[in-house]
DNA sequence: GCTCCAACGTTGGTGAATCCAACGTTTCGA
DNA sequence: TCGAAACGTTGGATTCACCAACGTTGGAGC
């Protein structure tokens, strides 16, 4: 009953549940302190990375993307619009869409967050061997792939 | 530019974090539905599957067990004795501390969450087999691991 | 053409999970 | 004995995720 012992093994902590959301809790802990070197928060990194590799979309498009709900996709581009790292304009084809777009200030800041992340994952994935990170990503991307389903 | 095709392959979710924050948002939406139907949320489940799995213990280091901050701990504790579920005494050989103990009912909540929580597991990892789910298990475990000093 | 429904952007609000600062009390080591 | 550390507690902040509603616009069916 003392404090000295916090790595007890129990069911818990072997439930998949489990592993996931505290390994998904150390990999964003890791992402907000690089996101903070560059003043952003991870909904901004989505959105500028979705723009940066699939181009200028509608926000609805974005939020369907990126897994972000419209009302906060409004948000989140208020934010980088306000930075001039996106243009926000109305879209001539549907007058209810607005077409998002990354500024050249926009690319260049996706860019270097690109390099940032990478860093994560580097030291979010440091003590798995290539071979068991490309293992991982399989079975995520599996797993993602089934509940993707909404 | 249309909305029909959400699954073009591209680099932000090929990314490990993005994975698991999506994966983990997965499990956290199956597990809150669980939770639900216990009237309960995560950080009651992790107290009592902790308490039923290594005993009493104080709060402190109920926090530690379950990565829950202290402050946390304290209104998670509230509403579970409140319920009924646990008891609050101080500690006779540390007046600094209380010692939290599962209640019959408690312990029962606790059984029950665990088979609810079992039955997610399955949802979850539905689409892998029997080995792959423990290579993940596997995987995940040594990257906690890894990261568990703090 | 007109009607009805769907999609869009937007506002506003809710809740869970996480974390931090500060406080008074109690314990323990130097 | 004295100061540092741990404890429980209060209060607050932030991020992520979700939902309901509204007015506007587009499109499909009649």
Known sequence: MESTAPQSPAGLRTTPSWLLNQTAAHATRLLSEGF?????????????AALAEDGPASQADLGRRCGI?????????????????????????????????????????????????????DELLAPL???????????????LQHHARR
Do not use: C, F, K
């Not at 001539?92 to 994952?121: C, F, K, W, Y």
């Not at 061997?129 to 797993?143: F, I, K, N, V, Y």
């Open 69 to 121: 709900d419209r009302s906060d996709v409004v948000a989140a581009i208020n934010d980088l619009a306000g930075r001039g790292l996106v243009v926000r304009a109305p879209d001539p084809a549907d007058r209810r869409r607005n077409v998002i777009s990354l500024t050249a200030a926009g690319a260049d800041e996706a860019h270097r967050m690109g390099d940032t992340i990478g860093r994560v994952q």
């Open 129 to 143: 061997s290539t071979a068991e990170r490309d293992q991982l990503t399989r079975l995520l991307t599996r797993l």
């Open 36 to 48: 903070a070197a560059h003043d952003l928060r991870g909904y901004h990194y989505r959105l500028l």
